[in-house]
């Protein structure tokens, strides 16, 4: 019989890789926290009309990534229904906050999310077809201040700040104001036709893409068509006052907290909600798919799918490209992050209850504990536990009748005697003390 494997694009994803990946989402949530931001929980599928309407239907993600069938109607009285895996999570989170009308709180709603979306690229490393998304979005009246370009800042500086908590040098942030809705239709126009005499001379894709999507021709990355591109109009010059003066509003605010940026005028990303303020935060560890993070604002999502007007700012995190930076950047950290504090190894038969009491006090005190594997020999018994965790108890007849317990510590190499009722502070302390060298 043929094996059976994984779909192509998508991955198990197994223990020491997954203690990254809990970390990762640990420190979003501290971060996320206080900032004021709570967790939504949305489905993940949802009616395609969503997406077509949300993301765009000219969008590359809606036109030809989605995941999309024809949900067949049970009963007589229900329709059948297109239904669609979720591509992304903003137009999710917008839809919730108009059904749970949000609005009427007159708040700020200030919300994250951490789960799995679905777009059917072709895969390589760090794109895949089922991939984890962290991500964010801060949504409300205007009279609550989501228009204010203080929120833009507030969001950019929460990213570098949960960066570099993570231990995640090196990033660079690009920043581009894309206008209002009214600025982008008179930007494409000019970016339309000023690809009219030069377009031959580009690659295929850009030839295709001057016609259907000329805003895409911006992402080109075919070295030869940089040159060209260079030469187009930049949406920096088609932007009104109220947009200019948002843009600058944003960099001054990132400006006087110290958060580093780059303009760059060629951001404009791949869906059509946004308004004003676009980013990605980007590493050069990452390859072609170098985008860490995006994002951006959007004002007139919430009107889009019919809720009312409530502009908003949110972004998404790649969690599978932070979890490949980070394997990158530190191999060593993170073979140890999966090591366990200490192997509980019964010496015989008689002595595994006592482990197992053993091991149920010290996880109880909030140790990482593993319990020996029931073959009763020192030397193996050694082995696992240099495999498996960071000190050794064996538990023998002599040791349970003096209560005196024989505890070694691999990266030391120290071997002590230690007092049964005392060896979990003893543990405790010591692996604080290993964690800190
Ligand atoms: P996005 O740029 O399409 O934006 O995706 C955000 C991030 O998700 C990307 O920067 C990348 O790290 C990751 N990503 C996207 N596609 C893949 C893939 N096939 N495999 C692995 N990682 C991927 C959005 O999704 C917007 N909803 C972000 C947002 C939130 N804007 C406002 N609020």
Same mark, same amino acid.
């Given at each position: 019989?043929?094996?059976?494997?994984?779909?192509?694009?998508?991955?198990?994803?197994?223990?020491?890789?997954?203690?990254?990946?809990?970390?990762?989402?640990?420190?979003?949530?501290?971060?996320?926290?206080?900032?004021?931001?709570?967790?939504?929980?949305?489905?993940?599928?949802?009616?395609?009309?969503?997406?077509?309407?949300?993301?765009?239907?000219?969008?590359?993600?809606?036109?030809?990534?989605?995941?999309?069938?024809?949900?067949?109607?049970?009963?007589?009285?229900?329709?059948?229904?297109?239904?669609?895996?979720?591509?992304?999570?903003?137009?999710?989170?917008?839809?919730?906050?108009?059904?749970?009308?949000?609005?009427?709180?007159?708040?700020?709603?200030?919300?994250?999310?951490?789960?799995?979306?679905?777009?059917?690229?072709?895969?390589?490393?760090?794109?895949?077809?089922?991939?984890?998304?962290?991500?964010?979005?801060?949504?409300?009246?205007?009279?609550?201040?989501?228009?204010?370009?203080?929120?833009?800042?507030?969001?950019?500086?929460?990213?570098?700040?949960?960066?570099?908590?993570?231990?995640?040098?090196?990033?660079?942030?690009?920043?581009?104001?894309?206008?209002?809705?009214?600025?982008?239709?008179?930007?494409?126009?000019?970016?339309?036709?000023?690809?009219?005499?030069?377009?031959?001379?580009?690659?295929?894709?850009?030839?295709?893409?001057?016609?259907?999507?000329?805003?895409?021709?911006?992402?080109?990355?075919?070295?030869?068509?940089?040159?060209?591109?260079?030469?187009?109009?930049?949406?920096?010059?088609?932007?009104?006052?109220?947009?200019?003066?948002?843009?600058?509003?944003?960099?001054?605010?990132? +400006?006087?907290?110290?958060?580093?940026?780059?303009?760059?005028?060629?951001?404009?990303?791949?869906? +059509?909600?946004?308004?004003?303020?676009?980013?990605?935060?980007?590493?050069?560890?990452?390859?072609?798919?170098?985008?860490?993070?995006?994002?951006?604002?959007? +004002?007139?999502?919430?009107?889009?799918?019919? #809720?009312?007007?409530?502009?908003?700012? #949110?972004?998404?995190?790649?969690?599978?490209?932070?979890?490949?930076?980070?394997?990158?950047?530190?191999?060593?950290?993170?073979?140890?992050?999966?090591?366990?504090?200490?192997?509980?190894?019964?010496?015989?038969?008689?002595?595994?209850?006592?482990?197992?009491?053993?091991?149920?006090?010290?996880?109880?005190?909030?140790?990482?504990?593993?319990?020996? +594997?029931?073959?009763?020999?020192?030397?193996?018994?050694?082995?696992?536990?240099?495999?498996?965790?960071?000190?050794?108890?064996?538990?023998?007849?002599?040791?349970?009748?003096?209560?005196?317990?024989?505890?070694?510590?691999?990266?030391?190499?120290?071997?002590?005697?230690?007092?049964?009722?005392?060896?979990?502070?003893?543990?405790?302390?010591?692996?604080?003390?290993?964690?800190?060298?």
């Amino acid at each position: 019989m043929a094996l059976m494997k994984a779909v192509r694009g998508t991955r198990d994803l197994l223990p020491p890789e997954t203690e990254l990946w809990n970390r990762v989402e640990r420190t979003a949530c501290d971060v996320f926290a206080r900032y004021g931001f709570g967790e939504i929980r949305t489905p993940i599928f949802e009616d395609t009309q969503l997406f077509a309407r949300g993301v765009g239907e000219e969008t590359d993600i809606v036109s030809k990534e989605m995941y999309t069938w024809e949900d067949r109607a049970r009963a007589q009285s229900e329709k059948s229904q297109s239904l669609t895996l979720r591509p992304e999570n903003t137009a999710g989170v917008v839809r919730a906050y108009i059904e749970h009308k949000l609005a009427e709180t007159g708040l700020l709603q200030k919300l994250y999310y951490i789960g799995p979306q679905f777009r059917r690229e072709r895969p390589q490393k760090g794109r895949y077809r089922q991939f984890f998304q962290i991500g964010a979005e801060v949504i409300g009246p205007p009279s609550a201040g989501s228009e204010s370009p203080l929120r833009d800042a507030e969001v950019l500086e929460m990213l570098a700040t949960l960066l570099d908590a993570l231990g995640i040098a090196g990033w660079t942030l690009e920043l581009n104001s894309v206008g209002s809705a009214t600025d982008r239709p008179r930007y494409v126009q000019a970016l339309r036709e000023a690809l009219i005499p030069v377009a031959a001379s580009l690659c295929d894709d850009c030839q295709r893409r001057a016609v259907t999507n000329p805003l895409r021709v911006l992402d080109c990355k075919v070295p030869e068509d940089q040159p060209v591109i260079e030469t187009l109009p930049k949406i920096a010059d088609f932007l009104d006052d109220a947009s200019r003066a948002h843009f600058a509003a944003v960099r001054s605010a990132l +400006d006087a907290c110290g958060v580093p940026y780059h303009v760059n005028p060629r951001l404009v990303r791949g869906l +059509d909600y946004y308004t004003r303020t676009t980013f990605e935060f980007t590493h050069g560890g990452l390859g072609a798919q170098n985008a860490l993070l995006g994002g951006g604002r959007y +004002d007139g999502l919430s009107e889009m799918l019919g #809720g009312p007007r409530a502009p908003g700012i #949110g972004f998404a995190i790649g969690a599978d490209r932070l979890v490949l930076t980070l394997q990158a950047m530190d191999s060593a950290a993170r073979g140890d992050e999966a090591l366990l504090d200490v192997y509980v190894a019964p010496i015989g038969e008689a002595q595994q209850n006592a482990a197992l009491q053993l091991a149920r006090e010290l996880r109880r005190q909030g140790l990482r504990v593993e319990l020996g +594997d029931g073959s009763f020999r020192i030397k193996k018994a050694f082995e696992m536990a240099d495999k498996r965790a960071r000190s050794i108890i064996l538990l023998g007849e002599d040791e349970l009748q003096s209560g005196q317990l024989t505890v070694k510590t691999f990266a030391s190499g120290e071997q002590t005697k230690i007092a049964r009722d005392e060896i979990g502070d003893y543990l405790c302390r010591a692996m604080r003390v290993g964690e800190q060298n």
